[in-house]
């Protein structure tokens, strides 16, 4: 089992619907968990982060933590074709392995005009 | 604010050689960390240093080494490069917290190396 898992996509919505994008961690003392953006050839940006359960919102882009059943999921309002990009989630261990990020695959989503 | 930068942009080696690769962090974050991103494996970490000791290194083998600088500037050293070296190399800077909220990384441009 991955440590971090994402479906790879590629998830294909149409613009100015709502984007779903799911990540689950293996490690339950994980601490923290962020969400990048990474265009084609790119760095990955920081969106958001989330270390307490339930849903912290910025803007069009909504996170949501359940600990216990060990998900994070990140929900775009009203997407747009600039949000055509692979979205990373990635997650903080607990302990000793603290300042690592360990990231998933990476979900590639597309909007469609 | 100017954000991670890093140098130089592209890298082409041949195998054998070695690799130096240089980052700098946005001004105030004391932590740097290293990640390869190699085509089809993901972001994998490499090393963390913080206040200039290196605090945590991913499963690499020891050719791959760094340090980090008095400015908190670092760099990352790749001996007897091999192809599958070849990858995206990011550098990202924090606060150098451990707990959130202020442990959130930037991400510098990346550093593509390429091996010959």
């Known amino acids: 089992q991955k440590e971090v898992e994402q479906n790879s996509g590629p998830l294909s919505v149409p613009e100015g619907a709502i984007a779903s994008l799911n990540c689950t961690y293996s490690?339950?003392?994980?601490?923290?968990f962020f969400w990048y953006r990474q265009y084609s050839g790119k760095s990955p940006e920081l969106i958001m982060f989330?270390?307490?359960?339930g849903d912290k919102e910025d803007g069009r882009f909504t996170a949501q933590l359940n600990k216990a059943s060990q998900y994070v999921s990140l929900l775009i309002r009203d997407s747009q074709p600039s949000d055509s990009a692979t979205y990373l989630c990635?997650?903080?261990?607990?302990?000793?392995?603290?300042?690592?990020?360990?990231f998933g695959q990476g979900t590639e989503l597309s909007v469609k005009p | 604010e100017a954000g991670v930068t890093q140098s130089p942009t592209h890298l082409i080696k041949t195998r054998g050689q070695q690799a130096t690769l240089r980052c700098s962090p946005i001004?105030?974050?004391?932590?740097v960390y290293w990640y390869q991103q190699a085509l089809g494996l993901g972001l994998q970490f490499l090393l963390w240093?913080?206040?200039?000791?290196?605090?945590n290194r991913g499963n690499f083998p020891p050719r791959f080494s760094g340090r980090q600088f008095p400015n908190y500037s670092s760099e990352l050293n790749v001996n007897a490069l091999e192809l599958e070296d070849s990858a995206l190399y990011l550098c990202?800077?924090?606060?150098?917290?451990?707990?959130?909220?202020?442990?959130?990384?930037?991400f510098g441009p990346g550093t593509r190396l390429t091996v010959l």
């Open positions: 240093y913080d206040e200039g000791e290196e605090r």
């Open positions: 490690d339950r003392g994980s601490q923290s």
């Open positions: 990202a800077s924090s606060w150098g917290e451990r707990l959130p909220p202020y442990n959130e990384q930037f």
């Open positions: 990635a997650v903080t261990p607990l302990g000793n392995q603290g300042g690592k990020l360990i």
């Open positions: 989330i270390y307490s359960n």
């Open positions: 001004s105030g974050h004391t932590s």
